[in-house]
């Protein structure tokens, strides 16, 4: 599959990422002659971010292409996502060009923050064919992306857009009706109105309110929405409860709503100051390489309790790895085997700035692990009730690691018998081969169901008797 | 330090656990006879939500007493925080009640969501005691508070109280201007107004709204507030470019905040019924535990990258280390020592349901380092330069062991040189006392500075030479 892109902007260029990264070739058209510059960062930020994101195998990356026009980018692919500069006039044109160039059955996007489709589809080829798929900063891994038709799109339409989108990682919303601002940026307006008059009247910095929200509710926000939030507050009485504790509030004085602060030099003069003070000299790029690492890890913490975007991310991950396929048998069986490849984390660094010895050892059981699938432990195996478990570790440290060094394992099996099976692994630093860690482990076959241990069966033991043998003339580790 | 608390519902009853489990005793008024059950209730989720959240030594923990009266809660503390309902004229009469038996040096908060203290400290006996101290729910995981002078408070108010709130792990926010709302209600009632609009207008149903900001802008919201998150979205050219290109759509028919809902019986049953169908049967009890599940991950995810709340706990846990005291020389040194006691943490459990190996060897390492302490490895000794290393473990594991196990270490020194020391743990479930692990472990004396072995001084080797003379006549270990 092939997408265009028309525009190569912040959001353009996170689309780019988001499906280059999910294994989509993507034509992209902007005027900008500084665009391939700034897609390529972008997408370098995005590669960065995925690659601590996930230990799932990525699919391999789509190809980029630079397009002269419009009709260049639209030409023959089946997806046109739109996200030039927020004017109904320019997307009007951008959208009416590809339209007319692009297959009867492309499907148009338009990534608008909040002009309704109604408006932007009215001179196309082909009106019916769009709708908004308004995504969010960064594209490449925050998951959101609005689905909003207009008054002449096809629900088809919507669906395919949809599909896309999942395709890709992507947690699509589907409108029910269309509105100016769609829901996401309703409720990130109303709150950005607030803040601007609280500090166009002093009562408090950017800074402040940053702080105000990101060290109380902003934390709850990755996890919870308002609603289900509020209900909790109500107790076991729930929403009921809780609205008829805060809904007078509601009348109460506490906002500047009615109307929105001027935009004079003034208030933009002080804006841009305390902006300034905030970022506290540290460019755009470092912010959001700051603001990337805060994301995966967040999206890894929702993980481990299959809440939200962890959801999301757990199920593309799935996917990946039944993309996955089974390990090819290696092409020389006489040498210590190569199965399993990693990255010290940054959250593995102890007190001392190294990697805490505990996670060598979580590598070299990652290695095991793959040993037992080359030898035929897959998940169909693991469900009958067989597995090897590890009774017993002679581990080695050789070398101290830092954080983001990529390593790989040498396995070597040392001996087996019908309950158990001894193997050595060597765990090198792969940009200078040095040799970091070892470790010799007895593992014994069990029966999961009862707990015991048990015989492998005839053809698993047959599989680890091919390696052993192979390995039988190796000299044995030090 | 003792502190009293005026109300004991979601809110007092967080505080109640904030104080408690940060080692403060507290003193609780709460005409409810249920109040008792309700804070217990609270104070469990709070202990098991602290458990998760850090390795770090927690204070032990305060004492909890219910107060007959608001009188009998102030009478002889340092600090009373009322959190009644939201309601003037009950604060006032709490407020003014409590300050009359209260020592004249002690300081009095309200948790008001958005009531001015100028209203608040009308009636009391030294009103100038009194300030506004605004915490989020669950205030035991939150660290934002935010502090408003009224105004008859004098600044020393505001400054005992932030050192209070400091010294139990939170991020006390000080206005500059007393305002309704203080900053943080406003930025969420004005989310809220808009929120009860789309669900009024039929637009989206309150779990879709929800997913609008947890799959998309509240993921960022732990990381970063909206300015800086918009900073970066104008790019290299900040935050003058990105208000040049959106603040024209806040001119834009966007949100209808011009009025608010009109709280009729038919939206208040669209609003229950629709969190009904979210809530999908689970109870408050089991959605607060989701919520503090995500909320421990998120902060421990912050913290690895020391932004916003994951830095000030990570500053908690410094305190917490540094209280420690140093550990007491054991009674019977010709026993192995039991030095480390730990809890097998649910995220440390493999697809197997069993505790990871490497986590047996991340206890083990946690019972090396009691061991260090012992022998006089401290904070100043590490900054000197000093200490061991793990360089060879032999790690046997004996039986499987489930999340949430308690666990204890009990260590035995086999042996030692100048650079070399060798020690032998016992890992036991402390249930039944049985034997889960052992792992024989050799460290190097190591001069971090330069990164190599190193004798250590005569002061240590003397302390580490009397435990292994104590352990010299043990039998060794099988």
Same mark, same amino acid.
């Given at each position: 599959?092939?997408?265009?892109?028309?525009?190569?902007?912040?959001?353009?260029?996170?689309?780019?990422?988001?499906?280059?990264?999910?294994?989509?070739?993507?034509?992209?058209?902007?005027?900008?002659?500084?665009?391939? #510059?700034? &897609?390529? +960062?972008? *997408? /370098?930020? $995005?590669?960065?971010?995925?690659?601590?994101?996930?230990?799932? =195998? !990525?699919?391999?990356?789509?190809?980029?292409?630079?397009?002269?026009?419009?009709?260049?980018?639209?030409?023959?692919?089946?997806?046109?996502?739109?996200?030039?500069?927020?004017?109904?006039?320019?997307?009007?044109?951008?959208?009416?060009?590809?339209?007319?160039?692009?297959?009867?059955?492309?499907?148009?996007?338009?990534?608008?923050?909040?002009?309704?489709?109604?408006?932007?589809?009215?001179?196309?080829?082909?009106?019916?064919?769009?709708?908004?798929?308004?995504?969010?900063?960064?594209?490449?891994?925050?998951?959101?992306?609005?689905?909003?038709?207009?008054? #002449?799109? &096809?629900? +088809?339409? *919507? /669906?395919? $857009?949809?599909?896309?989108?999942?395709?890709?990682?992507?947690? =699509? !919303?589907?409108?029910?009706?269309?509105?100016?601002?769609?829901?996401?940026?309703?409720?990130?307006?109303?709150?950005?109105?607030?803040?601007?008059?609280?500090?166009?009247?002093?009562?408090?910095?950017?800074?402040?309110?940053?702080?105000?929200?990101?060290?109380?509710?902003?934390?709850?926000?990755?996890?919870?929405?308002?609603?289900?939030?509020?209900?909790?507050?109500?107790?076991?009485?729930?929403?009921?409860?809780?609205?008829?504790?805060?809904?007078?509030?509601?009348?109460?004085?506490?906002?500047?709503?009615?109307?929105?602060?001027?935009?004079?030099?003034?208030?933009?003069?002080?804006?841009?100051?305390?902006?300034?003070?905030?970022?506290?000299?540290?460019?755009?790029?470092?912010?959001?390489?700051?603001?990337?690492?805060?994301?995966?890890?967040?999206?890894?913490?929702?993980?481990?309790?299959?809440?939200?975007?962890?959801?999301?991310?757990?199920?593309?991950?799935?996917?990946?790895?039944?993309?996955?396929?089974?390990?090819?048998?290696?092409?020389?069986?006489?040498?210590?085997?190569?199965?399993?490849?990693?990255?010290?984390?940054?959250?593995?660094?102890?007190?001392?700035?190294?990697?805490?010895?505990?996670?060598?050892?979580?590598?070299?059981?990652?290695?095991?692990?793959?040993?037992?699938?080359?030898?035929?432990?897959?998940?169909?195996?693991?469900?009958?009730?067989?597995?090897?478990?590890?009774?017993?570790?002679?581990?080695?440290?050789?070398?101290?690691?830092?954080?983001?060094?990529?390593?790989?394992?040498?396995?070597?099996?040392?001996?087996?018998?019908?309950?158990?099976?001894?193997?050595?692994?060597?765990?090198?630093?792969?940009?200078?081969?040095?040799?970091?860690?070892?470790?010799?482990?007895?593992?014994?076959?069990?029966?999961?169901?009862?707990?015991?241990?048990?015989?492998?069966?005839?053809?698993?033991?047959?599989?680890?008797?091919?390696?052993?043998?192979?390995?039988?003339?190796?000299?044995?580790?030090?």
């Amino acid at each position: 599959m092939e997408v265009g892109l028309l525009g190569g902007g912040v959001i353009g260029g996170g689309w780019a990422a988001r499906f280059l990264l999910g294994g989509t070739d993507v034509r992209l058209y902007d005027p900008d002659p500084e665009a391939p #510059r700034k &897609v390529g +960062e972008v *997408l /370098e930020g $995005a590669r960065r971010a995925l690659g601590r994101l996930t230990l799932a =195998p !990525l699919p391999a990356e789509g190809a980029l292409t630079f397009a002269e026009s419009p009709e260049d980018a639209a030409e023959g692919v089946a997806f046109v996502q739109e996200s030039g500069p927020e004017r109904v006039d320019l997307k009007r044109e951008l959208l009416a060009a590809a339209s007319r160039a692009a297959d009867p059955g492309a499907i148009f996007a338009s990534s608008t923050s909040g002009l309704r489709p109604t408006l932007l589809q009215a001179s196309m080829d082909g009106p019916e064919r769009l709708c908004v798929g308004h995504p969010f900063n960064p594209v490449y891994l925050l998951p959101l992306v609005e689905v909003c038709g207009g008054e #002449r799109t &096809v629900s +088809e339409t *919507l /669906e395919r $857009a949809a599909a896309t989108y999942r395709a890709v990682g992507m947690h =699509p !919303l589907v409108l029910r009706r269309e509105i100016d601002g769609f829901i996401a940026d309703r409720l990130l307006e109303a709150q950005w109105r607030e803040a601007l008059w609280l500090v166009a009247d002093d009562v408090a910095t950017v800074e402040e309110i940053d702080d105000a929200m990101r060290f109380g509710a902003g934390l709850r926000g990755a996890a919870m929405g308002t609603f289900l939030t509020y209900r909790i507050a109500g107790g076991e009485a729930g929403m009921r409860h809780f609205m008829a504790q805060f809904g007078p509030a509601l009348q109460w004085p506490w906002s500047r709503l009615t109307d929105v602060p001027e935009l004079s030099e003034e208030l933009l003069d002080k804006l841009a100051a305390q902006s300034d003070d905030q970022a506290a000299g540290r460019s755009a790029r470092e912010l959001e390489r700051v603001r990337d690492d805060c994301l995966v890890s967040v999206l890894q913490a929702l993980r481990t309790h299959g809440v939200g975007a962890g959801a999301v991310l757990a199920e593309q991950e799935r996917a990946w790895f039944d993309a996955r396929p089974r390990p090819p048998e290696p092409e020389d069986l006489g040498r210590p085997l190569r199965l399993h490849d990693a990255r010290m984390l940054p959250e593995w660094v102890d007190y001392n700035g190294h990697v805490h010895e505990s996670r060598y050892l979580q590598v070299f059981g990652d290695a095991a692990d793959a040993l037992f699938r080359l030898v035929g432990i897959d998940q169909e195996y693991l469900a009958a009730g067989g597995s090897y478990y590890t009774v017993e570790t002679h581990l080695k440290l050789r070398r101290e690691t830092a954080a983001e060094e990529r390593v790989h394992v040498l396995t070597q099996v040392l001996g087996f018998d019908p309950k158990r099976l001894r193997a050595f692994h060597a765990l090198h630093r792969s940009s200078d081969d040095a040799l970091l860690a070892t470790a010799e482990q007895t593992y014994l076959h069990v029966d999961t169901a009862v707990g015991r241990a048990s015989a492998a069966p005839d053809a698993l033991l047959a599989r680890v008797a091919r390696i052993a043998d192979a390995h039988a003339p190796l000299p044995p580790p030090g």
